[in-house]
């Protein structure tokens, strides 16, 4: 699976929006788009940010693996 397929189906699977995200990482709705496209790379302290934010382990946000982790 593609990194940016995954950061969709999180934020889907979550119930939020592109708006709600982009606000979390202090971005505008239109840069997230493009992140979650995969037209750019997500920089490193943005995948941190995300891992907490969804409680999740950056392994399996950066499809290292497909078993989900909880942070805590």
């Known amino acids: 699976m593609y990194i940016y397929q995954r950061l969709r189906d999180i934020r889907e699977d979550n119930d939020k929006k592109q708006e709600d995200i982009a606000r979390v990482l202090n ?3 239109q840069q ?3 992140y979650e496209s995969g037209k750019r790379e997500l920089p490193m302290h943005h995948f941190i940010t995300l891992s907490r934010y969804y409680n999740i382990s950056l392994d399996y946000l950066a499809g290292l ?3 989900p982790k909880k942070l805590y």
């Open 27 to 29: 971005i505008s709705r």
């Open 65 to 67: 693996t497909d078993t």
């Open 32 to 34: 997230y788009q493009l």
